[in-house]
């Protein structure tokens, strides 16, 4: 089976513009979720989709969003780019829904790395 | 807000030497998930320890989950030059819903010298 990718894998933007990513899940994996991770703060987790719905969301302001298309592959947009939101951003999927324990670990793909200057 | 914190954040030793990194937490969780992260990729999944008290081993690493699952420790025998990355841990709690959420440590990351 492929692995979860993601596009670009590095990305520079200016203060105020606005970027979005893109996210491919393993073959099957219905569930996909966004994390932001930088030195500072780690591994930090943004929002989780299912079945095309947002079923969890993190504490971050409301320029971070994301969808879910109906082939399971996900997007997420960053409007009004501020220096700090530079870091690397991670794709994981999940088989999904709760089967057991094993359906929330995360297969991650490699990241985009995001520069904001 | 649940955290979970990880100890050393750096640990750099010599090839063929043992460590232990813990990650401790007041919160309990379902099960709780170890990962390695090399640079420049994502991490991926070493172990999952679902059970208070349940020890996993993956050849010369150790797994435990804590009795009360709020914490959990990995220990590495005989480091070698490959185990040198970044660990992360993550416990898994009920979010509502029918659903799940990870929280991450921030991670040790540990160099092997050969």
């Known amino acids: 089976k492929a692995g979860v990718t993601q596009t670009p894998r590095y990305l520079i933007k200016t203060r105020g513009q606005q970027v979005t990513l893109s996210c491919s899940p393993i073959?099957?994996?219905?569930?996909v979720s966004w994390y932001q991770q930088t030195p500072g703060q780690g591994l930090q987790f943004l929002f989780e989709y299912f079945s095309e719905t947002q079923r969890n969301k993190g504490n971050f302001p409301g320029r971070f969003s994301g969808r879910q298309f109906s082939n399971s592959r996900s997007e997420m947009n960053v409007s009004t780019l501020e220096l700090g939101d530079s870091a690397l951003y991670l794709c994981?999927?999940?088989?999904?829904?709760?089967?057991?324990?094993?359906?929330?670990?995360?297969?991650f793909g490699p990241g985009t790395r995001l520069t904001v200057t | 807000t649940q955290l979970l914190e990880q100890s050393p954040q750096f640990l750099s030793i010599q090839e063929g030497e043992n460590l232990t990194v813990y990650c401790n937490s007041s919160?309990?969780?379902?099960?709780l998930q170890w990962y390695r992260q090399e640079p420049g990729e994502g991490p991926v999944l070493l172990v999952t320890v679902v059970t208070g008290g349940e020890v996993k081993k993956l050849k010369r690493l150790t797994f435990q989950f804590g009795d009360a699952r709020k914490d959990s420790s990995l220990h590495i025998t005989a480091a070698q030059p490959g185990d040198t990355g970044l660990y992360l841990c993550a416990g898994q709690a009920y979010s509502g819903a029918g659903s799940y959420q990870l929280t991450f440590g921030k991670g040790t990351k540990l160099s092997v010298i050969p």
């Open positions: 919160s309990v969780f379902s099960s």
């Open positions: 073959s099957g994996h219905r569930s």
């Open positions: 994981a999927s999940t088989p999904g829904p709760p089967a057991g324990f094993n359906s929330y670990e995360q297969y």
